[in-house]
């Protein structure tokens, strides 16, 4: 069986989480065996290791000094023509990669939209600016086989699009590797340290980590609570220029070296993100065993409830509040045990090994449906 599969990036030549996806599911993919498996990316040179057996086609990258959503037409364009070559049995498209000229490859086409932001838009402006986005991936869905759901939210949302279609809406998680050594045990002296991983951005909801961070820093509780930021963006200026709590650190850029030690020395993770998909920075933190607060958005309910930690209501502060100071209270051996749940969870549901085998049966099928010999 012969899989390809499209994308606009692969990972740490294009940075984000569909880029690293397309990056570990191709690997992954690779090192099962079984299929042949071709990637079209934009990068131009060699990206996978030869070892792999990957075959890469390289395609024109987009102008992103151009408007965005027509350049990734015309991308698709270029990678339709790329598909005409090489004969897949099965396509799967990370985005809008596969979406001019993609009726001629319906019958093996599954799109994986991933994250869904266009259709979690908080402002007036934003909803505008998805309004675009969300007409294209409706056009999309009814003309391919199968989308991918990440599961939770996300999955009506899919249900929605593709409904009086023959689209099928499939769920497949996100999925981490799981670390090569044992997880750190927790500290036992100086504050709680709560991590934040991901962009200096509205939609991540810093602002209500720092209304939080504030109220504990009024209440004379800066030594009990230490809030690590790690990340870039256009909020990190306005937060230096306006001034931080005391119990804010701000670590800026890390490289994943750096990143995977913030998890294991850190007690909890923390995302108060306005939407999200599945969040790869929650799954790499409970890899290491550590307890998650995140809002109740996209897929996180899949992957965190009362056991492994708090799924809180986007942008509230207080139930945020309320949350830390009852983990800072908790007795050490009860956050180890959320943080085991975490790992435990991750193991049996989220690696990639677990998760290529669903991506084969995906295969599989719609490769059956074309009459194709599995």
């Not at 290491?288 to 509230?316: C, Q, W």
């Amino acid at each position: 069986m012969h899989v390809v599969l499209c994308t606009d990036g692969v990972f740490p030549l294009a940075m984000g989480g569909m880029q690293r996806h397309s990056r570990l599911l191709a690997e992954h993919l690779a090192r099962r065996g079984g299929s042949m498996i071709t990637v079209l990316h934009p990068h131009g040179k060699q990206v996978f290791d030869p070892a792999l057996g990957i075959n890469e086609v390289m395609v024109e990258p987009i102008d992103t000094g151009k408007f965005y959503l027509h350049e990734l037409w015309k991308y698709s364009g270029r990678v339709a023509k790329e598909l005409d070559r090489v004969s897949a049995d099965v396509i799967l498209s990370q985005g809008f990669c596969v979406w001019k000229d993609m009726d001629r490859f319906s019958d093996r086409l599954i799109v994986h939209p991933h994250g869904l932001e266009m259709f979690q838009g908080m402002t007036t402006k934003e909803r505008i600016m998805g309004a675009p986005f969300r007409i294209a991936l409706r056009y999309m869905v009814r003309r391919s086989r199968s989308v991918i759901s990440l599961g939770g939210k996300l999955t009506p949302v899919l249900q929605r699009l593709a409904q009086g279609s023959k689209c099928t809406v499939v769920t497949v998680p996100n999925a981490v590797e799981l670390p090569t050594v044992a997880p750190a045990t927790a500290r036992l002296h100086g504050p709680l340290r709560i991590l934040f991983v991901g962009r200096f951005a509205f939609n991540k909801g810093l602002d209500v980590l720092m209304t939080v961070a504030r109220r504990l820093e009024l209440e004379g509780k800066t030594k009990e609570v230490l809030f690590q930021l790690a990340g870039d963006g256009p909020l990190m200026a306005t937060y230096q220029a306006m001034g931080l709590p005391k119990n804010v650190e701000l670590l800026g850029r890390v490289d994943d070296e750096r990143l995977f030690k913030l998890y294991s020395e850190c007690d909890a993770l923390l995302l108060p993100t306005r939407f999200e998909g599945m969040p790869t920075v929650v799954l790499e933190a409970m890899a290491r065993s550590r307890p998650i607060m995140v809002s109740d958005v996209g897929a996180s309910a899949e992957l965190v409830d009362g056991l492994n930690g708090y799924l809180l209501p986007k942008g509230n502060a207080d139930a945020l509040y309320t949350a830390v100071m009852e983990f800072n209270a908790m007795p050490d051996q009860q956050r180890a045990k959320m943080g085991a749940a975490s790992l435990e969870r991750v193991t049996k549901r989220f690696t990639w090994p677990a998760v290529t085998e669903e991506f084969i049966a995906l295969f599989n099928r719609v490769a059956a449906g074309r009459g194709q010999r599995v």
